[in-house]
């Protein structure tokens, strides 16, 4: 069953705008990175008012947990949690959940 993967995260206060828009560039270059893995991705800005300091996300659809699992450990997002992700994101929430085949 297909798997959708959300992250919303804050960004440290000190980090500039410059390497908040690289770190988005890194994860919007996960689907040209892993195309066998992400059958779909969406990244952005948060409009809202009540992000609660969440204002960053992405979104990423997976055939099934095993492409998820094999994503997670990948060398792409490795290399990103190591070398990026640490050094700007302050917190991150991550929700993963089966997407329903709903027949109407």
């Not at 992405?58 to 099934?64: D, G, S, Y």
């Not at 290399?79 to 329903?100: M, R």
Request: aromatic share 10%; no cysteine; proline share 3%.
């Amino acid at each position: 069953m297909p798997i959708l993967h959300t992250v919303l995260f804050k960004i440290k206060e000190d980090s500039s705008d410059e390497k908040v828009k690289e770190m988005m560039a890194a994860i919007a270059a996960f689907q040209n990175q892993l195309p066998e893995l992400i059958q779909s991705m969406h990244s952005g800005v948060d409009k809202s008012a009540q992000t609660q300091g969440f204002s960053y996300s992405f979104t990423m659809i997976f055939k099934n947990k095993q492409d998820l699992d094999t994503y997670i450990a990948s060398e792409a997002h490795t290399q990103f949690a190591q070398k990026i992700g640490h050094l700007l994101i302050k917190n991150a929430i991550v929700v993963d959940y089966e997407i329903p085949r709903h027949k109407f």
